[in-house]
T-cell receptor, first 111, second 114 residues
Framework: QKEVEQNSGPLSVPEGAIASLNCTYS??????FFWYRQYSGKSPELIMS????GDKEDGRFTAQLNKASQYVSLLIRDSQPSDSATYLCAVNMNRDDKIIFGKGTRLHILP | DTEVTQTPKHLVMGMTNKKSLKCEQH?????MYWYKQKAKKPPELMFV???????INESVPSRFSPECPNSSLLNLHLHALQPEDSALYLCASSPSSTGGYGYTFGSGTRLTVV
């Protein structure tokens, strides 16, 4: 069973719409969850972290966590062409001190 | 500007060369990491240093040798690499080694082995 799963995409979303990115994870005891944005040829940039069930909002970004369903998502409101990137879901598994990355979802915002 | 600085940004080396990648952070973070990333793949953990001690080595070949001279610096020494080692090498730091706060990545070193 893969530990952190994401749909690889590409996910195409019209400019101004809401982009919804999803992630599931295998370790029920996981405590910390992160979303990274990575532009082509660049390093990952931490954009959201979430630790408890519910929603966490930061500007146009909302992270949602449901530990019972082992599911974490990222919503991007009013999508802009500059949001086009690969979004990596990352989970700090409870069993060790590593952060496990999903394979990433490529997001393409259509002008 | 990233708070984790990596040098050089690009490196081309032959299979018989010896080179080093350098990473520096001044955020007071106690954990530092080396990751390798191939195109269209997620970052792959190589080494973890916690309080300047190697705490995780993900069965990386010995041609990669990490070093942590002090709490702000992390090096990766390269020797006798193979073309398949060509990748983006990322350094990251974190306030603690438990990973609970997420990582700050440097801009990476794009390595090409010829």
């Amino acid at each position: 069973q893969k530990e952190v799963e994401q749909n690889s995409g590409p996910l195409s979303v019209p400019e101004g719409a809401i982009a919804s990115l999803n992630c599931t994870y295998s370790d029920r005891g996981s405590q910390s969850f992160f979303w990274y944005r990575q532009y082509s040829g660049k390093s990952p940039e931490l954009i959201m972290s979430i630790y408890s069930n519910g929603d966490k909002e930061d500007g146009r970004f909302t992270a949602q966590l449901n530990k019972a369903s082992q599911y974490v998502s990222l919503l991007i409101r009013d999508s802009q062409p500059s949001d086009s990137a690969t979004y990596l879901c990352a989970v700090n598994m409870n069993r060790d001190d590593k952060i496990i990355f999903g394979k990433g979802t490529r997001l393409h915002i259509l002008p | 500007d990233t708070e984790v600085t990596q040098t050089p940004k690009h490196l081309v080396m032959g299979m018989t060369n010896k080179k080093s990648l350098k990473c520096e952070q001044h955020m007071g973070h106690r954990a530092m990491y080396w990751y390798k990333q191939k195109a269209k793949k997620p970052p792959e953990l190589m080494f973890v240093y916690s309080y300047e001690k190697l705490s995780i080595n993900e069965s990386v070949p010995s041609r990669f040798s990490p070093e942590c001279p002090n709490s702000s610096l992390l090096n990766l020494h390269l020797h006798a690499l193979q073309p398949e080692d060509s990748a983006l090498y990322l350094c990251a730091s974190s306030p603690s080694s438990t990973g609970g706060y997420g990582y700050t990545f440097g801009s990476g070193t794009r390595l090409t082995v010829v």
